[in-house]
């Protein structure tokens, strides 16, 4: 399977990267997009199993990346770690088909419990 991390942090994406293996899925294919915009297009020509943005990004925010592949037919698996929660903020990526809602700090358990029924 293939997991695309967008974020433009670079550490940030490392950060996931590394608490994914801890929580057990170190041997999925993981890919990176550094803002919203190359995640869009990334998905579309990588075609990942999940999707895992964070919010605010250069270019094109997760949020309207995630509209964008909806509109265009893209039904994949997508969903947000970031620092920023809001109850506007949830209502929005659930609206805009997210599958999940992460904030920032997270911990392995918690990637396990939401990762472990979507990847299997």
């Known amino acids: 399977?293939?997991?695309l991390i967008a974020d433009d942090s670079r550490v940030m994406r490392q950060i996931v990267t590394r608490?994914?293996?801890?929580?057990g899925?170190?041997?999925h294919d993981l890919v990176e997009a550094a803002d919203g915009q190359q995640a869009?297009?990334?998905?579309?020509?990588?075609h990942p199993d999940l999707v895992i943005?964070?919010?605010n990004m250069p270019e094109m925010t997760?949020?309207?990346?995630l509209v964008k592949l909806r509109a265009a037919g893209n039904d994949v698996k997508f969903g947000f770690?970031?620092?920023?929660?809001?109850p506007e903020m949830q209502a929005q990526a659930e609206a805009a088909g997210s599958a999940f809602f992460i904030v920032k700090p997270f911990t392995a358990e918690r990637f396990d419990e939401v990762?472990?029924?979507?990847l299997g």
């Not at 608490?19 to 929580?23: F, G, H, P, V």
């Not at 997760?62 to 990346?65: F, K, Q, R, S, T």
């Not at 770690?81 to 809001?86: A, D, G, L, R």
């Not at 990762?115 to 979507?118: A, G, H, L, M, Q």
């Open 25 to 27: 899925f170190g041997d």
């Open 40 to 46: 869009f297009d990334m998905t579309n020509q990588e």
């Open 62 to 65: 997760g949020l309207e990346a």
């Open 53 to 55: 943005s964070d919010w």
């Open 115 to 118: 990762f472990s029924p979507i």
């Open 1 to 3: 399977m293939k997991i």
């Open 19 to 23: 608490t994914l293996r801890q929580a």
């Open 81 to 86: 770690v970031t620092s920023e929660c809001t």
